[in-house]
């Protein structure tokens, strides 16, 4: 039942972030930023990808780790445009407004919170960053409040390992 629910919560959120093409015309086709790295949470398992660079699940919490960049395409749109489009699919979101933070040496946009996804609670953080002339989206989504801490720990860890040239 649980991995079942992470397998919808995966696809839904894939589905999401590669409709970010509603925000802002297609102008070109869709590339992926091949060249970063990122370590496997320790405990997690690789996971169907969905669209994703990177998936893991954490059999334990059916929590997921879900990160996509997009290339060229939106290097002109702000991030907070980029990343309210992608929260609309997540409804009665506890935390409308991103908190603006540093990543990989650029300015970042973070959301945490609470919301439901294809009618399902959910616990969201979720990164935005632009770098390279690409987008990169990092996502926790977790089921359970109860591992909340554990697992945002965990997404905090897999952050600090990623290696963005």
């Known amino acids: 039942m649980k991995l079942a629910l992470t397998f919808i919560l995966l696809t839904g959120w894939g589905l999401s972030l590669s409709s970010c093409s ?15 790295q990122a370590e496997r949470p320790s405990g997690w398992k690789k ?22 960049s997009i290339c060229d395409k939106y290097s002109h749109a702000r991030l907070t445009d980029l990343g309210q489009n992608i929260l609309r699919s997540v409804d009665k979101f506890s935390a409308p407004h991103p908190h603006k933070t540093s990543f ?10 609470q919301g439901l996804l294809d009618g399902v609670p959910i616990n969201l953080d979720y990164l935005i960053v632009r770098k390279s002339n690409c987008v990169f989206d990092f996502v926790l989504i977790a089921p359970e409040l109860e591992y909340w ?13 990623l290696k963005i040239p």
Do not use: M
Request: zero cysteines; charged letters at 20%; proline letters at 3%.
């Open 104 to 113: 990989a040496n650029r300015d970042a946009y973070r959301w945490t919170g």
């Open 22 to 36: 509603l925000l802002i015309p297609e102008t070109s086709k869709d590339k992926k930023f091949s060249s970063y």
């Open 47 to 68: 996971t169907a990808k969905a669209n994703a660079d990177y998936a893991f699940v954490n059999p334990k919490t059916s929590a997921i780790i879900y990160t996509n």
């Open 149 to 161: 801490a554990q697992d945002q720990t965990s997404f905090d860890q897999f952050l600090s390992t």
